[in-house]
């Protein structure tokens, strides 16, 4: 994360690692602006490119993460419900290297967007691909099911590197707008991370016939996310993305070959950065083009800088292996043995908001509510761009999430009901008498959480940095593994409960909720925190390539996070002591992950010190 108190942004590589999955790309400059301070005034608002590149991205983030909510549901269900039957192992195991691909193509993705395709049509690209991908899978045969996998892989890599990159290349370097841009943009990501899990985890209980589930509307209703992405951005690039996502020697070519800040006259040594290439050295008069500038070596500073990244890298390994096991072990869990019905009160509660109009509210009332809630935020958005300042750093954040991400979503439910779909698609015959909601709900608790403390947290580093209190990177680092393992003793607490039967007892919903927030502060503490320092201490020439580490320390963490999901039912038999407590069964399997962060994270708090002085300054 960024120095809330200073006015650096973090540089964003257009690189082969242009854009991770979990988009740790926005979330430094993101969360900075979320609470950072008030907005500078400038003359001219947000470019509408924002706003198309926001609605693209909230539609590939609802098909990504809607889809993995109910991932490994689908391959360990029975065959006669429609899943592959497959053991948690197995599953697992699968699981674990699709999540790891999706880290993996992006590094080789956006190295082909920059230098051959362009961010556009590798947008595009890979926007159509990902939507094969998703409609493959609804056919729900066994080699549908691998092809369709494999071609989200392949789509992801070459459309998520590319959205930030279009994001930047809509401002001037350094422009004042681009914090804030950043954080619309942010705000599309998680609500479509939120909103995926809940309309496909819907769609496949509401769409149950019999004893099969709605698996395969649950697939095509990813699908169909991404191609109203496409949709979207096609119909609209013409206007307001005319020019943006060109390759780099084109955008080289229109701009003027300059001189990076890292290369020197061959004669003196003087440096040359962003002067034209084939000038003449400021210092010695020596044509650079008689005699070719050369890269000055790494200096001390950047030596200690990367060997920061690499450390640092190693321990995030930890931290990923751990906080993955949302989608596999503890979806599973939340699938078998958690208590997920509902209450008569409730399941009426929401079978009349479906199916009748006056319930809670009209419909139109509803959809009113939601236009005035986005006429809010758009009139808020553009009172600050004409000059008024925000009289605190919270209250910037209100109408962002209230208005853009709460507008948009009444309105979008009024439409719903009022074409039928919710009652359709929704509500099963038998609702009222086996009413449930779905174990994919609780995938969208992360980005729910992060919406409501990513504010907080950075109006917290904002004061805590103007008195000159605001904990290090490393410490920060720290507290995000440690907060990663508290987290996890709600599921040790849960297994225990769980196991208290001679066969597995529903535990109350709560124990998954507490432990899922706990995790988003854990990663509020880390995630920004990763990239902005990759971002601070890389040398320039070597930004890409150690983004491309950092990346692939999440690569591994989440094989190895599917492998230890696989292997629950291994370690759940058996048995350790532990301070005079017991543990066996579930409880002993998420000790581990209780454990091992927690150690991690005392482990990098006593380093700190020392990684601080390698960082001279700089993160």
């Not at 109203?228 to 996502?245: D, H, K, S, V």
């Not at 409880?587 to 150690?599: D, Q």
């Amino acid at each position: 994360m960024p120095d809330p108190a200073s006015s650096e942004t973090p540089r964003t590589p257009a690189g082969p690692a242009g854009g991770p999955t979990r988009d740790a790309d926005f979330e430094a400059p993101a969360i900075k602006a979320l609470g950072g301070g008030p907005l500078e005034p400038v003359r001219q608002g947000h470019p509408g490119g924002l706003y198309l590149l926001f609605v693209t991205e909230m539609w590939e983030r609802f098909s990504f993460y809607g889809m993995r909510a109910f991932l490994m549901l689908f391959m360990t269900a029975a065959v006669v419900n429609g899943g592959l039957g497959w053991d948690e192992q197995k599953a697992a195991s699968l699981y674990g290297w699709y999540t790891a691909l999706v880290y993996l193509t992006p590094i080789i993705g956006g190295y082909m967007a920059d230098k051959l395709l362009g961010t556009h049509y590798s947008m595009v690209l890979g926007g159509a691909i990902i939507a094969a991908g998703h409609f493959t899978l609804a056919l729900e045969t066994i080699p549908s099911f691998y092809v369709g996998l494999l071609l989200i892989v392949v789509g992801t890599g070459f459309f998520k590197p590319c959205v930030s990159v279009m994001v930047s290349q809509l401002y001037p370097a350094k422009d004042k707008r681009r914090d804030a841009a950043f954080t619309i943009f942010y705000m599309g990501i998680n609500l479509g991370a939120f909103l995926g899990p809940i309309v496909c985890g819907g769609l496949r209980i509401g769409r149950k016939q019999g004893e099969v589930f709605g698996w395969s509307w649950a697939f095509a209703a990813a699908g169909v996310g991404m191609v109203l992405g496409l949709l979207a951005y096609m119909i609209g690039r013409p206007f307001l993305l005319n020019g943006i996502g060109l390759p780099e020697h084109k955008r080289a070519k229109a701009a003027g070959q300059r001189f990076a800040e890292d290369m020197v006259c061959a004669a003196c040594g003087q440096s040359l950065a962003g002067r034209p290439a084939g000038s003449e050295c400021p210092n010695c008069g020596t044509s650079t083009a008689a005699a070719p500038p050369r890269r000055r070596p790494l200096n001390r500073e950047e030596k200690h800088g990367i060997a920061v990244i690499f450390i640092m890298a190693f321990f995030v390994v930890f931290f990923w292996t751990a906080f993955e096991q949302a989608g596999s072990s503890m979806n599973l869990f939340a699938e078998n043995r958690t208590d997920r019905s509902l209450s008569s009160g409730t399941a009426q509660l929401l079978h009349d908001w479906a199916t009748q109009d006056g319930a809670p509210a009209p419909t139109w009332l509803i959809a009113l509510g939601g236009m005035v809630l986005l006429g809010a935020w758009m009139f808020c958005e553009r009172s600050w761009r004409r000059g008024h300042r925000v009289p605190h750093p919270l209250l910037a954040a209100v109408p962002r999430i209230v208005g853009l991400a709460g507008g948009g979503t009444l309105l979008t439910l009024a439409i719903l009901k009022a074409t039928g779909f919710l009652k359709e698609a929704f509500i099963p015959d038998n609702f009222l008498q086996e009413a449930e909601y779905p174990a994919e709900w609780f995938q969208s608790v992360n980005p729910f959480c992060i919406l409501v403390f990513a504010p907080i947290f950075a109006a917290a580093w904002l004061r805590l940095g103007r008195a000159g209190r605001e904990p290090s990177t490393p410490v920060k680092f720290a507290l995000g593994l440690i907060l990663l393992g508290l987290g996890f003793l709600f599921m040790v607490f849960a297994g225990k409960a769980s196991d208290a039967g001679a066969s597995p007892v529903l535990v109350s919903g709560w124990y998954l909720t507490a432990a899922y927030s706990i995790h988003t502060l854990g990663e509020l503490c880390l995630s920004p925190v990763g990239l902005s320092m990759v971002n601070k201490l890389a040398p320039v020439r070597f930004v890409s390539l150690l983004m491309g580490v950092w990346f692939l320390a999440n690569f591994a963490a989440n094989k190895i996070a599917g492998t230890l999901a696989g292997y629950n039912d291994a370690i759940a038999a058996k048995q350790l002591s532990l301070g005079g407590i017991d543990l066996t069964g579930q409880s002993l399997f998420y000790a581990l992950f209780t454990v091992v962060p927690i150690v991690a994270g005392i482990v990098v708090l006593l380093l700190a010190p020392a990684l601080s002085r390698l960082m001279h300054g700089r993160a």
